[in-house]
């Protein structure tokens, strides 16, 4: 996928190493086509570690994609250079007459407090309230799922007694579902969080399906009928070595942590991690952008109707 970005963008560098196609803004002024629209509002304070997990993705399939990135306003983010939110986010004002084919919400550090607790709340509930009405396909990811279905749906969260933290297997529910196109039966995707959802409290809304679920993290995938929401429970976009660095962190914090399961060559942190999980969240991704973005989204994007469910791309 010809993903367009800026041409100074600090992921851009490293995707053309890894021989990822990304086109300049120039180069794709002069092509004769409508790209899809994507907005990536990005919650991490390891904004620029993120943009370009999530770009990388994002970059398999002969679609071209045009994003924008957002960030709350309410919340100060320390971790980031200003001139780097300036020069490449914008907030939600610029953008509330905008139209996006797809969107992406991603996890934040916070789930240890309460929704209402976090200091960009309501801002947030403000950008997932215009979501409905201004973005096709929405793409929730960890606490940004949770979020998502607290504030969607009332379905709150539960801390667990232990981080979790390692790579786990799952299963398909749904293997006829195009999300899963291409799936092996089994598949390993990372997790990293103190919280959960439960798949009760899913299955009582008639509005949910429940697509993936592993024995020992689950639930993992969650869509509504109309598949204009998705709801994934882990990280699939983490890099080999975000789990290891996490890890890392939480130990000179002091944090009584224990090693990432089933991550590291037979669970020894000395040794490298083994990369079990990186094909199926190439899929996954190209698969939600083909089968519930492109392939269902209006051309005229302008169009799109909350309360209009439009061709559904499949279970």
């Not at 794709?28 to 570690?49: E, F, G, S």
């Not at 953008?95 to 916070?110: C, N």
């Not at 959960?196 to 399906?209: F, G, V």
């Amino acid at each position: 996928m010809p993903i367009r970005i800026p041409d100074s963008l600090p992921a851009k560098s490293i995707l053309d190493k890894e021989n990822i196609f990304v086109i300049t803004q120039f180069r794709a002024l002069h092509q004769d086509i409508r790209p899809l629209r994507l907005l990536i509002l990005n919650l991490m304070p390891t904004k620029i570690v993120t943009e370009t997990q999530l770009l990388r993705k994002l970059s398999n399939t002969p679609l071209q994609v045009e994003i924008d990135l957002l960030r709350t306003i309410s919340h100060d983010s320390k971790n980031v250079d200003s001139d780097h939110l300036a020069s490449f986010y914008v907030g939600h004002d610029e953008i509330r007459d905008k139209y996006y084919d797809g969107m992406i919400i991603t996890g934040a550090p916070v789930e240890n407090l309460d929704f209402k607790d976090v200091d960009y709340w309501p801002e947030l509930c403000e950008i997932m309230e215009w979501s409905k009405s201004h973005v096709h396909s929405t793409f929730h990811i960890c606490w940004g799922a949770q979020a998502g279905l607290y504030y969607h749906y009332g379905i709150n969260k539960y801390s667990l007694p232990k981080k979790m933290s390692g790579i786990y297997n799952h299963k398909i529910l749904r293997p006829n579902s195009p999300f899963f196109r291409g799936f092996d039966d089994n598949f390993n995707a990372p997790h990293s969080r103190y919280t959960e959802i439960r798949l009760e409290d899913i299955e009582k809304i008639p509005e949910l399906e429940v697509l993936a679920v592993s024995d020992e993290a689950g639930v993992y995938a969650v869509k509504n009928h109309r598949s204009r929401q998705f709801f994934i429970f882990g990280h699939p976009e983490y890099d080999k070595d975000t789990l290891a660095q996490e890890y890392r962190r939480d130990i000179a914090k002091g944090l009584n942590i224990q090693v990432p399961a089933h991550y590291f060559k037979d669970d020894d942190p000395a040794k490298e991690p083994l990369v079990t999980w990186r094909a199926h969240a190439q899929l996954m991704y190209t698969n939600w952008l083909n089968y519930y973005v492109y392939q269902t989204t209006p051309y005229v994007i302008s169009s799109i109707n909350p309360d209009n469910e439009g061709e559904d791309a499949g279970v």
